[in-house]
Every structure is written in structure tokens, then in C-alpha cells.
């Protein structure tokens, strides 16, 4: 990210933070014009910190950087004064055009088409029953897709190890081993 992120004219990375107490912390010392904004993030979420900063830092420009792709999700974070919102799973391409827009003073919330169905949102139950996380069930969907480690990696902006690893999990908590079996799986539960 942070290449991709650089190969725009004019930009420069000052810092990333791990969570959102430190986002804050960081923003506090420094003079940053724009921030990425993850909504999942420990000790603080996006969505609280995105509150926080658009108090205390009212001419901040904020794209939140999500994996959720839900309209309901978008206007909140719209209503809350997010300058954009821009899936994870976007191209270089797209990022780059986001930021650039945003830096320059419009709006980026393009995610969710008119007409195109959104993910079925996976309620608190189904994800305790099978104890998968948001990321692991986003990793279920590009498995599905056909996609290899390595374009999954691509995606998500993540090394493979951390694909290989998200695998791991997932195939030992569903007790399923083959691409097929995690197919099938995923389109009995609606994941696909």
C-alpha cells in the first residue's frame, strides 16, 4: 500500500498506525492532510475514530478503507463525514484515483453500484458458530473465484504467508481440506 500509495504525485506516507489510539496519537504530532482509515482496528475502531478526528481535526480529509461493502455502511460513514470510502479489495489504479480525488477536495463513495447485489452481511451467531472472521470468509470468496494464493495476496495487499496462514485456519476450523469442499461450503451458507 504504501508504494501505490507513493506513485501518486505530491504524496507521501508520514506514518501507519496499528490501531485507532495510535491513528489518533500519530495525527496529534504531525500535519497529515489525508488518512486511510481502516474500520477494523484494535483498542479503537473506525468508526469511533473517525468521530474523534473529524472533531478534533475538522479540515482532515478521511477515506474510510474497508472490506464491507454494505450502502447501509457507506451512508453511515458518510452521515459521520468520511470524505470517501474505497474497498480493500480495489486496484492500484482506483486507489490511486481515490486519494487524488479526495486530496483534492471532492468525494469518493463509488463502491456500491445500483442493481448489484451486496454480500449477505453474517450475523454474530454464524460467525461464533463457525468461528470465522470477516477476513477469513472474504478469503472463502476468492478461493471461490478461483484465484491462487498469490492473487489473493495481491488483492488484499498482504504477503502469501498471510493467505497460506488465513487457509490454515480456515480449513481447520470448518474440518474441510480441498478448494472444493470450502466451494461448497460457501455456497450452502450463502457466502457466494
Given at each position: 500500500m504504501r508504494r501505490v500509495l507513493e506513485e501518486i504525485e505530491g504524496a507521501e506516507v508520514i506514518a501507519c498506525a496499528g490501531n485507532g489510539l495510535q491513528l489518533i496519537k500519530i495525527l496529534r504530532e504531525s500535519t497529515a492532510d489525508l488518512v486511510l482509515l481502516d474500520l477494523q482496528m484494535p483498542k479503537l475502531d473506525g468508526v469511533d475514530a473517525l468521530k474523534i478526528l473529524k472533531a478534533e481535526f475538522p479540515k482532515l480529509k478521511i477515506i474510510v478503507f474497508t472490506n464491507y461493502?454494505?450502502?447501509k455502511l457507506i451512508r453511515e460513514i458518510r452521515t459521520l463525514g468520511a470524505n470517501g470510502y474505497l474497498l480493500k479489495n480495489s486496484g492500484s489504479v482506483m486507489i490511486k484515483e481515490a486519494v487524488s480525488t479526495v486530496a483534492a477536495g471532492g468525494a469518493w463513495f463509488r463502491e456500491v453500484e445500483p442493481g448489484i447485489?451486496?454480500?449477505p452481511l453474517f450475523?454474530?451467531?454464524f460467525l461464533k458458530k463457525y468461528q470465522l472472521?470477516?477476513?477469513e470468509i472474504e478469503i472463502i470468496r476468492k478461493i471461490a473465484e478461483g484465484l491462487t494464493t498469490k492473487g489473493i495476496a495481491t488483492q488484499l495487499f498482504v504477503s502469501e504467508f498471510?493467505?497460506?496462514s488465513h487457509r490454515r485456519n480456515i480449513c481447520r476450523k470448518l474440518n474441510i481440506y480441498t478448494p472444493v469442499g470450502l466451494i461448497n461450503f460457501a455456497r450452502e451458507?450463502?457466502?457466494i
Open positions: 461493502n454494505q450502502p447485489a451486496e454480500p450475523t454474530n451467531d472472521t470477516n477476513r498471510t493467505i497460506n451458507h450463502g457466502i
